[in-house]
């Protein structure tokens, strides 16, 4: 009997200490698919684990401004953020976030690709772990074009992409030539638009950070946007981002749509997309350089310094962003479905290539991606399509809605540009860029 009791007694202290030693973490992510499927995985981490975890999902504009605040304030409202390839080398070295460089050796660091690695690293240790990576490209209906009598080339130029949009916009029947995102944001619109600029053969800056946004190139760049979304685009474009634009395409409501290389694998997907048999894809459009055409990005995620629950937060990267999760997507959801950019091993798994016929282009288009020469003339800093600099984010913004306010013709594009000239100047100035 009392041997009973002893060992129902040790029981119960080790489910008491198993119940102190559990923790809630708290995270905030961007609402795309691919991290509401992590949001939706996750049970099986915390029944593994016994931890819980408070997810804190928002729009992407919301989710950097809510993330930003939190980091800089250090106000501890969340312990893993979702955080991209441009906030982490900054926030690393400002000790705003912890190194990630002690998982397990079975997560296998050198799988994961060396430029991925650099761009989230800072002082020679890794501050984010990457869930995905990315590059953009062009998206367009193999079936459209072939009633139309066109042809795709495998590098086109935006002047191609021009006259392709015009000949397939059929707005009677809710048929867009193009969709491309117009939603204000250093992220959002910019974000393309950065890309386009870049094609054009424009820059931020100039090596002495002398802005550059009245340069022939920007203005080029912009009205060409803005007369080809007044054309061939749809309506309220100033409101679509990426899953709007992702809405639309898969819908079948757009002939062409040059976007995030990770939207591939949604838009392949049989369970979710009407155009998955009707896509093709080629390169991000060029026009006077390639150089900075398809963009650099990396979602990842990382662990603020003001963590009380690091351990157990990082205990959660080492799954979420592991090759087993890989794995787990490919069986549970569809192997089109899986984070891509980020691991050698993915892209040599037989069921993947097999399920992903985009798989070898996004991995080009990743690795080939240069964030250290993102444009035609040298420039002083990294980043294809934003300015690896803190300014940037604000100064990003505030463009991006001087860009939609063209779009919605509020303003001339040469109006937009000037103002944006002025305020950008301005922020440089007073940040010690400019004497």
Request: glycine share 8%; net charge negative.
């Amino acid at each position: 009997m009392r041997l009973t009791h002893l060992v129902s007694g040790v029981a119960l202290l080790a489910l008491s200490a198993g119940a102190a030693s559990a923790a809630t973490i708290t995270i905030a992510t961007v609402n795309n698919s691919d991290m509401i499927r992590m949001q939706k995985l996750s049970p099986q981490w915390e029944k593994k684990t016994g931890n819980k975890i408070n997810w804190v999902v928002l729009e992407e504009n919301v989710l950097r401004q809510r993330v930003t605040t939190d980091i800089a304030t250090r106000g501890g409202q969340f312990d893993i953020l979702t955080i991209g390839s441009y906030e982490t080398p900054i926030w690393g070295k400002q000790n705003w976030l912890l190194p990630l460089d002690d998982f397990p050796a079975s997560y296998d660091y050198n799988d994961i690709f060396k430029g991925v690695r650099d761009a989230l690293s800072a002082n020679g240790k890794m501050y984010a772990v990457p869930f995905y990576a990315e590059s953009s490209f062009t998206f367009y209906r193999k079936d459209l074009f072939e009633k139309a009598g066109l042809t795709m080339p495998a590098h086109p130029s935006y002047d191609q992409i021009a006259q392709f949009a015009d000949k397939l916009t059929d707005k009677a029947h809710e048929q867009y030539g193009i969709c491309l995102r117009g939603k204000a944001g250093w992220g959002e619109n910019m974000a393309f638009l950065d890309t386009m600029v870049n094609a054009f053969g424009g820059q931020w800056f100039d090596m002495k950070w002398q802005p550059q946004l009245t340069s022939e190139p920007w203005k080029k760049a912009l009205t060409f946007y803005v007369d080809l979304m007044h054309r061939d685009g749809p309506p309220g474009a100033t409101g679509n981002g990426f899953n709007e634009n992702l809405a639309l395409f898969t819908t079948g409501h757009c002939a062409m749509w040059i976007d995030a290389t990770v939207a591939a694998g949604m838009v392949y997907d049989k369970n979710s997309s009407q155009v998955a048999d009707k896509t093709g894809f080629t390169s991000a459009p060029m026009e006077v350089t390639d150089h900075g055409n398809g963009w650099f990005w990396s979602w990842a995620l990382g662990v603020p310094a003001s963590s009380k629950n690091a351990k157990v937060a990082k205990d959660f990267l080492a799954w979420a962003t592991s090759k087993d999760y890989v794995t787990m997507v490919g069986e549970t959801d569809g192997w089109t479905v899986v984070p891509p950019g980020t691991r050698e091993s993915t892209y040599a798994n037989p069921a993947y290539i097999k399920a992903a016929p985009f798989a070898e282009t996004v991995k080009a288009s990743i690795l080939s991606a240069d964030i250290t020469h993102p444009t035609k003339d040298p420039v002083p800093y990294v980043g294809i399509q934003y300015v690896a600099i803190p300014e940037f984010q604000a100064m990003g913004t505030q463009v991006g809605q001087l860009v939609s306010a063209a779009l919605a013709g509020q303003m001339t594009p040469d109006q937009a540009l000037k103002q944006a000239q002025a305020s950008v100047t301005s922020t440089m100035q007073q940040a010690g860029y400019l004497k």
